[in-house]
């Protein structure tokens, strides 16, 4: 299956605000809002922060929000703090096919 | 609060068998929930290989990535609330760190800590 493509790296600088971009084939996303993030820090279990789009699980901080146009599907870090500093990565259900599909994940750095 | 924890052999010969447990804490696997497991091999992205869902048979109903389905066995072992991965003719493409997770709102919510099989003789 074909995984959708994200950014290898992004940065910035505390108190900025970042963007990840999650671009897919049409056929991956299709007309679902299926699009899952998590954030996943060394040693650490990888932690759902958005799902279903722009849905944050309870606990997550505010400063997460997700986004979709079309085949790219977004997530924005506002107000950037070195705890952001991880390894964020999408993932989508595929309903034709019922399967997910993973994104090759982006390495945020706090400068 | 849910846990999920992997265990099973780090290294596992070409061509066995690689076999791995999830015991879950904290939530029933009777609860019609989905289970899934996902493997990132080194350097490489992550890979989702299947799922479990407790439909009242001794061993669940299970629905697999078709590019392993025909090497991969997800069952579910209700009384112990844990659920398992049998991987068989594994090479060394099948290197990983291994993951439970149970399936959420489409997504993944809460994952294990994941553990690494190492396929070498």
């Known amino acids: 299956q074909s995984a959708l493509t994200q950014p290898a790296s992004v940065s910035g600088s505390p108190g900025q605000s970042i963007t990840i971009s999650c671009t897919a084939t049409s056929s991956d996303f299709g007309g679902y809002n299926y699009v899952s993030w998590y954030q996943h820090q060394p040693g650490k279990a990888p932690k759902l922060i958005i799902s279903?789009?722009?849905n944050r699980p309870s606990g997550v901080s505010n400063r997460f929000s997700g986004s979709k146009s079309g085949n790219t599907a977004s997530l924005t870090i506002s107000g950037l703090q070195d705890e952001d500093e991880a390894d964020y990565f999408c993932s989508s259900h595929i309903s034709s096919s019922t399967l997910y599909v993973f994104g090759t994940g982006t390495k945020v750095t706090v400068l | 609060q849910v846990q999920l924890q992997e265990s099973g052999p780090g290294l596992v010969e070409p061509s066995g068998t690689l076999s791995l447990i999830c015991t879950v804490s904290?939530?029933?696997?009777?609860?019609?929930?989905?289970w899934s497991w996902i493997r990132q091999p080194p350097g490489k992205g992550l890979e989702w290989i299947g799922e479990?869902?407790?439909?009242?048979?001794?061993?669940?109903?299970?629905t697999y990535n078709p590019s392993l389905r025909s090497r991969v066995t997800i069952s579910i072992d209700e009384p112990k609330n844990r659920f398992s991965l049998r991987v068989t003719s594994v090479t060394a493409a099948d290197t990983a760190v291994y993951y439970c997770a149970r399936n959420k709102d489409w997504g993944f919510d809460p994952w294990g800590q994941g553990t690494l099989v190492t396929v070498s003789s």
């Open positions: 279903e789009v722009s």
């Open positions: 479990v869902y407790h439909s009242g048979s001794a061993s669940g109903s299970a």
């Open positions: 904290g939530d029933s696997l009777s609860s019609r929930q989905w």
